[in-house]
């Protein structure tokens, strides 16, 4: 079992933590500027109930990655967020999250207040735990919204 991020892992992180991803890159924004959502594993687990991920942003990502500092240039805050994770292979992925459809964008979760920049990988626990049971509170969350 690894550390690293799977391209599943994130489409899962993304399908069930949306809106968290979205309130703390947008706090994270008004308050640090333009950065990058880096998401990595806190505990080694093969399935996604059993992972725990936390977030940290990065206000100078852009300095390291000429690649990084062309996304975090182009990305509209409002409705978009960075994000960055340390891929299997070794690199780190780089890449734009548009608001899914049906989600609320960026700046309208991070208006209701959240994450503070300053939560980072150093917690002692993490901004996002995936349990099975609470997979299927958000599900339920979502479907009487």
Known sequence: MSLFVTDENISEIVRHAWQDIARFAYDSFVKKGRGVVRIRKAVAAEAIEDMEFKMAYDDTAAAADAEAAELVRGYAPARELVAQYLHM????????????????????????????????????????????????????????N
């Open 89 to 144: 292979d070794g690199g780190l992925r780089t890449f734009v999250l548009k608001t899914p459809p049906g989600e609320k964008q960026p700046d309208i979760v991070g208006r209701r207040g959240g994450f503070s920049p300053e939560d980072s990988f150093d917690q002692s626990q993490p901004i996002l735990t995936y349990t099975p049971a609470m997979v299927y509170a958000r599900a339920r969350r979502m479907a009487n």
